[in-house]
């Protein structure tokens, strides 16, 4: 899809369901950007690993990891990015 053709107002209903689609899935689900800052997640994801939205939102996905693994799934995830 063409998004260039959209109004604000389009692209801010496609947000809204995009949103609604997350939330709705029995499963926990995360965005995170290229540096791994969670940028969102839906309220299983929150339930799964006894974070609120608000606690997750902004801070690096290891936060959920054991310090064990933190070091071997960064690398992972910076590994998949590049």
Same mark, same amino acid.
């Given at each position: 899809m063409n998004y260039d053709n959209l109004s604000k107002e389009?692209? @801010? ?5 995009? !949103?609604? $689609?997350?939330?709705?899935?029995? +499963? ?19 339930? @799964? ?5 608000? !606690?997750? $939102?902004?801070?690096?996905?290891? +936060?959920?990891t054991t310090e064990e693994n933190r070091e071997t799934l ?9």
């Open positions: 389009e692209l @801010i209903a496609l947000l809204n369901i995009n !949103e609604t $689609i997350v939330n709705a899935v029995p +499963i926990g689900f995360c965005i995170t950007n290229e540096k791994g800052i969670f940028e969102t997640v839906n309220s299983h994801y929150s339930k @799964i690993y006894g974070y609120s939205r608000d !606690e997750l $939102i902004g801070k690096h996905f290891s +936060i959920v960064t690398k992972l995830h910076d590994e998949f990015i590049e």
